[in-house]
């Protein structure tokens, strides 16, 4: 395939491929985190790939890779957590820039956290291992310094309804991403450098405009 165009989306967006037009999608999760694409039915690429199959009532149904109830369920609650984390991230962002607008004030690190949010790898690099501090002050017993008391709150209801075995794989996985550099990446190709610098310059001045 002849690349022909290059597009970057945003958090959030939702952007339809019409099947009959060739097109690839690359996420470039180093740099921006995760997305989620659905695809139109096909066959696996690799033997780790998960495709799905119509059955004679039309209904997409996933092609058997796991091996046992307990991994799927495990694959499951994984999923479960980082979704749960990313809705986390954006209720935190949701808050504090509620109190910023309120004039309410806010710790140094809420501050930090209110405009790392911009950054693509916010969750990987700054949420994650801030849940990871805020998570060992509460079991030793340690004043929470980061963050506000009604930020505190905020963050005890939150991770009540975070399975914490899961979280605390997540957390761990994502220690050894940060430890090992591999959420650090030079972006080579200039157009999407330059999308990429566009992209996150207007998202900041849409905040400071708040």
């Known amino acids: 395939m002849t690349p022909t165009t290059k597009a970057l989306y945003a958090e959030g967006a939702t952007n339809h491929f019409p099947v009959k037009l060739a097109h690839s999608v690359e996420t470039h999760a180093s740099v921006m985190g995760t997305t989620l694409t659905l695809a139109h039915t096909g066959k696996s690429v690799t033997e780790k790939s998960y495709a799905f199959e119509k059955n004679e009532e039309i209904k997409e149904?996933?092609?058997?890779?796991?091996?046992?109830?307990?991994?799927?369920?495990n694959i499951l609650q994984s999923q479960i957590t980082y979704l749960q984390v990313l809705s986390l991230s954006s209720d935190l962002h949701t808050l504090l820039t509620h109190q910023h607008s309120l004039d309410l004030p806010l710790t140094p690190r809420e501050e930090s956290h209110l405009h790392d949010y911009l950054e693509p790898n916010y969750v990987e690099t700054s949420l994650l291992p801030a849940v990871a501090i805020y998570n060992m002050e509460s079991i030793n017993d340690i004043?929470?310094?980061?963050?506000?008391?009604?930020?505190?709150?905020?963050?005890?209801?939150?991770?009540?309804?975070?399975?914490?075995?899961?979280?605390?794989?997540?957390?761990?996985?994502?220690?050894?991403?940060?430890?090992?550099?591999?959420?650090?990446?030079?972006?080579?190709?200039?157009?999407?450098?330059?999308?990429l610098k566009t992209w996150t310059e207007g998202r900041s001045s849409a905040v400071n405009r708040h």
């Open 61 to 73: 149904i996933p092609q058997s890779k796991i091996e046992d109830t307990a991994e799927f369920e």
């Open 143 to 195: 004043p929470h310094e980061e963050f506000s008391i009604d930020t505190q709150a905020f963050l005890d209801e939150c991770l009540r309804n975070i399975d914490s075995d899961s979280l605390n794989a997540l957390i761990e996985d994502n220690q050894g991403d940060l430890f090992n550099g591999r959420l650090t990446i030079e972006i080579k190709d200039a157009e999407l450098a330059r999308q």
